[in-house]
């Protein structure tokens, strides 16, 4: 039934449609395709032919969890031999995912982000220290770099009592080096015949499996450290959780092995994605210095002059949140997902699915639908996530989080520490974009703008 559903004039024999297509931006290509074809498409490469969906309508139909649930695909796929059965990664039908999943959610909870917040202070403290050395001697600042460290300084010390150092290093810690070669190799997995990948991308997975060595150390030396220390005796973060805790009801408990790739999965999960979230919202608040001033009044308004502000004072920044949100819409960091079929069925009544079949949503055209976004979709404007125009709006139109029983279980975390982070950063700084920069985005499985350095100037009282 693929013949009905519109794809690329041009097909090469064996390649399939990669005219025009570039290896390095796979999603700002399909954006591109997305706009030419409609929202329903499909794209053949190297022998395997993929749909992708945007339109409003079929992806609510697809977030119907009846008939449709996560798929493990493609990229994500690709990231089974360093996350193997972990949360992320894992097969509906592994047991190791309702078992980790019911193990770790309180370690989401209310209670256990209020017990976040502190620690993440202490380490937005060290961003603005670095940021206010940066300001005063008139540099400009590295800020997809910065929003790296802060956050993988973040989880790393809310989940794993763990410091990386990662202010007090001028390059990126090799963790992350690591970790960046890895999510960009199971990217480029996705652009060679499957059969050819061993030859074309020998050297690069020669690099890839010295990363996933070194992640794997990482996390080992990490665990052993405190396994050592005799665990946290109960106080309960994420590690203390996957070492301790067994399951409510059946009384399991994580393999050592499991652990091992649920703790990659969370050091990498955890912060490459609100990074780039960060990096992108403070892009737009440099851009545009009316929302800005909007947004900081906000904060100056609910704030006051709180040294610190407490766990609740930061759902009240409304509007910071909802330039968050919005920069979500326009670059979702994690741009995509993949939905199957669990049952033979018909997609928006239209496209008959055999069980097992998949579709990769495209959030970020998703979000740009002008059915549902306005004739202006490609405006940045928070407005649009007002509490009456979120009401008015159909449900499953904005899905930065994915859908569903998969879906990211660390989205308050995110929405916290990015709206802390703003909201501090905001108090503090007047953000001025260099007058030449215009947006790039890296891709290598999430979204990162290319090169955004920002210059700072303290504002009068702040600290
Ligand atoms: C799953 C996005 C932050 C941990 C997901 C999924 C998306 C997503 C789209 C579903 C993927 C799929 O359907 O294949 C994001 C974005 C974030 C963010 C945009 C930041 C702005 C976080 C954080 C953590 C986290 C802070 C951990 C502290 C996870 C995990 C899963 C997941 C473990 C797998 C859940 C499961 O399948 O049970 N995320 N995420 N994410 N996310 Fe996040």
């Known amino acids: 039934e693929l013949h009905r559903i519109p794809r690329p004039p041009y097909r090469l024999p064996l390649l399939g449609d990669v005219v025009g297509a570039s290896r390095s931006t796979p999603m700002q290509d399909s954006l591109r395709y997305a706009r030419r074809l409609g929202p329903i498409f499909r794209r053949r490469a190297f022998g395997n032919e993929f749909v992708f969906v945007w339109g409003a309508g079929l992806a609510a139909d697809l977030a119907d969890e009846e008939r449709f649930a996560k798929h493990v695909g493609l990229g994500v796929a690709n990231l089974r031999p360093v ?6 990664t894992a097969y509906n039908h592994e047991p190791n995912w309702q078992l980790a999943h019911d193990v770790l959610a309180p370690g989401f909870s209310r209670e256990a982000m209020a017990g976040y917040h502190v620690m993440m202070l202490d380490v937005a403290a060290r961003l603005t220290d670095h940021w206010d050395r940066a300001g ?13 460290k802060l956050t993988l300084e973040t989880i790393a010390r809310t989940g794993f009592g763990h410091d990386f150092g990662s202010f007090e290093r001028s390059r990126p810690h090799p963790f992350v080096t690591a970790m960046v070669g890895t ?12 059969p050819l990948a061993p ?44 070492l301790e805790t067994a399951h409510p009801e059946t009384g399991e408990r994580l393999s050592p092995e499991n652990v091992r790739r649920q703790v990659i999965t969370f ?41 610190a502000p407490g ?9 910071v949140r909802r330039v968050l ?13 993949a939905r199957e079929a669990r049952t033979d069925t018909v997609l928006g009544g239209a496209y008959p699915m055999r069980r097992g079949a998949w579709a990769l949503v495209l959030a970020g055209m998703l979000h740009r639908d002008p059915q549902v976004w306005g004739p202006d979709a490609e405006e940045f404007d928070p407005d649009r996530f007002d509490a009456k125009a979120v009401r008015s709006r159909a449900p499953h139109t904005f899905k930065p989080f994915g859908t569903g029983a998969r879906a990211c279980i660390g989205r308050q975390f995110a929405l916290h ?24 985005v890296t891709e290598r499985l999430t979204l990162m703008p290319e090169g955004l350095r920002l210059r700072l100037e303290r504002r009068a009282g702040s600290g």
């Open 136 to 148: 005063a001697a008139g540099r400009t600042v590295d800020v997809p770099g910065d929003m790296t």
């Open 183 to 194: 999510l960009t190799y199971a990217q480029r997995l996705n652009t060679v015949p499957a």
């Open 311 to 319: 766990y609740e004072q930061v759902a009240k920044l409304r509007y």
């Open 83 to 88: 996350a193997g059965d972990g949360l992320f």
């Open 325 to 337: 949100d919005e920069s979500l819409r326009l670059w979702p960091t994690a741009p995509a997902f």
């Open 199 to 242: 030859w074309l991308l020998r050297g690069a997975s020669r690099r890839n499996t010295a990363d996933i060595d070194h992640l794997n150390r990482t996390v080992d030396d990490l665990v052993r450290a405190r396994r050592a220390a005799g665990g946290r005796g109960g106080t309960g973060d994420l590690l203390d959780r996957m």
């Open 417 to 440: 520490e990015a709206t802390l982070v703003l909201g501090l950063l905001l108090r503090r700084y007047e953000l001025r974009p260099e007058p030449e920069y215009r947006l790039r």
């Open 267 to 307: 050091l990498v999960a955890g912060h490459e994605t609100t990074s780039g979230a960060l990096s992108f919202a403070l892009h737009y608040l440099a851009q545009h210095p009316g929302i800005a001033a909007r947004a900081r009044a906000e904060v100056d308004r609910v704030w006051g002059d709180t040294e």
